[in-house]
């Protein structure tokens, strides 16, 4: 099955700074890699996803890149916000999706 | 539109007991997920469904959890008896799509979830 890695586990910015989230996956086969953001104890809510045909994407501050060669793909938030603070997950997978374990930012004012 | 709703929001209950979780998808999404979410992990997939149909339940540990979903829209899960390590969220998703579509369908819904604890 899927296996899916999460770097870093905590990443702690300054606002306005970038941050950078990092994921690997392990089937070949997986066409779909979303990402969400979960703020504590609320719901998983999508902020962004790519598909294996597409290399990047942006949604103004968001922005993700994929390489299938390498089985990786980023996430990237600019200009950072204290209502950015939240754990992200990365997701792929085709049918059905692996998680990563989650990365907790916490952006400082 | 309305999200998932999921009902209830918390349960306690002793090891061993029973206990079940109910989730009403968004109208006319064709699949619905369960995920079991561990405190400081990603969900994890129990069980997948298209319509009332089992797509995926490879990871659904079968000797105490069981999950329907009659009709193709509410869905129930169960475990019985629990264990302390089934303690976590357990949240319901669902999404417009038929499962292996490639197209935007791809996209799942969360409801809040369900904490459950086992003492």
């Known amino acids: 099955g899927e296996n899916v890695e999460q770097h870093p586990s905590t990443l702690s910015v300054q606002e306005g700074d970038s941050a950078v989230i990092k994921c690997t996956y392990s089937d070949s086969a997986s066409n779909y890699f979303p990402w969400y953001k979960q703020e504590l104890g609320k719901r998983p809510q999508l902020i962004i996803d790519?598909?294996?045909?597409?290399g990047e994407k942006k949604d103004q501050r968001i922005a993700v890149t994929l390489n299938k060669t390498a089985k990786h793909f980023s996430l990237h938030i600019t200009e950072t916000q204290p209502e950015d603070s939240a754990v992200y997950f990365c997701?792929?997978?085709?049918?059905?999706?692996?998680f990563g374990k989650g990365t907790m930012l916490l952006v400082s004012p | 539109e309305a999200g998932v709703a999921q009902s209830p929001r918390y349960k306690i209950i002793e090891k061993r007991q029973s206990v079940a979780f109910w989730c009403n998808p968004i109208?006319?999404?064709?699949?619905l997920y369960w995920y079991q979410q561990i405190l400081g992990q990603g969900p994890k997939l129990l069980i997948q469904?298209?319509?009332?149909?089992?797509?995926?339940d490879s990871q659904l540990p079968k000797d105490r959890f069981s999950a329907e979903r009659l009709k193709g829209v509410d869905s129930t899960l169960k475990i019985q008896p629990a264990k302390l390590e089934d303690s976590a969220v357990y949240l319901c998703?669902?999404?417009?799509?038929?499962?292996?579509?490639?197209?935007?369908?791809?996209?799942?819904?969360f409801g809040p979830g369900t904490r459950l604890t086992v003492l």
């Open positions: 790519i598909r294996s045909n597409v």
């Open positions: 469904f298209q319509n009332n149909g089992v797509v995926d």
């Open positions: 998703a669902s999404s417009p799509g038929l499962a292996g579509e490639t197209s935007s369908y791809n996209e799942q819904f």
């Open positions: 109208s006319g999404h064709a699949t």
């Open positions: 997701a792929a997978g085709y049918s059905t999706l692996t």
